[in-house]
């Protein structure tokens, strides 16, 4: 079992940057498929971004361009680089895990605000 923490979410500017951490426990991290959902007040939640072990990467057309995920298997942590960012992109950005899924992860964080201001 992975368990995960997240952090780095904050207020900021639209067109500003900001870059998501999430910390995993467990010494079975590279084997995961790690991602990013975040969710909206009244909206359900939603995928951002995947990266499986091998660093093969995806991307919810949304935030294509804008967002990178990447992670550093040594410091069990992945991130998520935010640019350009929108007021839409306001939500609870979820850290998750799973060995397989990329859309259906069952080890999900406890979740970091991103508050993005006109």
């Known amino acids: 079992q992975v368990q995960l923490v997240e952090s780095g979410g904050r207020l900021v500017q639209a067109g500003g940057s900001l870059r998501l951490s999430c910390a995993a426990s467990g010494r079975t991290f590279s084997r995961f498929v790690m991602g990013w959902f975040r969710q909206a007040p009244g909206k359900e939640r939603e995928f951002v971004a995947g990266i499986s072990w091998s660093g093969s990467t995806n991307y919810a057309d949304s935030v294509k361009v804008r967002f990178t995920i990447y992670r550093d298997n040594a410091k069990n942590t992945v991130y998520l680089k935010m640019n350009s960012l929108k007021p839409e992109d306001t939500a609870v950005y979820y850290c998750?895990?799973?060995?397989?899924?990329?859309?259906?992860?069952?080890?999900w964080g406890q979740g970091t605000q991103v508050t993005v201001s006109s």
């Open positions: 998750a895990a799973d060995i397989s899924s990329w859309y259906r992860p069952n080890t």
